[in-house]
Structure formats: structure tokens, C-alpha cells
């Protein structure tokens, strides 16, 4: 199973994709043609977060257990 959706924000797109029950990927960088950075201010920012489904039924940044596969964000002022 794999979603994938584009959500639109005044600063530009965000791609979510729930790549299976426990998680989800979202991504605003500069890295291929469907993933585009956010403009704030002319500046871009460009960054990936992983989402995973704990044990109490919340999805938060990283994994449990000490692993931290979380987020990496970038900016380029040009």
C-alpha cells in the first residue's frame, strides 16, 4: 500500500505518502521534479520528515526505542 497526496499551502506544495499503516512520509525539497521547495520571504527551504505509528496509536517524528529517522531540513538563500 502506498498513498500519495499533495497538499497545498500558501507557501507552497507538500507531498505526503503513506507508504503503509504505520508510515508516513512528507517532503518539500528540492531533490526531484515532484518535490519542489517551500518559498517564505524568497527564501526556499527544502526538508523530510518520517511519521511512525506508536503503541498508544499517535504518529510522531522518528522511531521509538532510541532510533531517530525523523526529519532533515535545508535552506537556500541563494
Known amino acids: 500500500m502506498s498513498e500519495y497526496m ?3 499551502t500558501r507557501f507552497g506544495a507538500v507531498q505526503v505518502n503513506a507508504t ?3 508510515h508516513i ?3 518539500f525539497s528540492s531533490g526531484s521534479a515532484n518535490h519542489k521547495p517551500l518559498v517564505v520571504r524568497g527564501v ?3 526538508g523530510s ?3 511512525y505509528l506508536y ?3 499517535a504518529f510522531r517524528i522518528g522511531r521509538s526505542g532510541g ?3 525523523g ?3 535545508s535552506k537556500n538563500e541563494g
Do not use: P, R
Open 6 to 8: 499533495e497538499v497545498q
Open 25 to 27: 512520509y512528507v517532503s
Open 49 to 51: 520528515c518520517h511519521f
Open 55 to 57: 503503541s498508544d496509536g
Open 44 to 46: 526556499e527551504y527544502s
Open 67 to 69: 532510533h531517530m529517522d
Open 71 to 73: 526529519c532533515s531540513e
Open 20 to 22: 503503509d499503516n504505520s
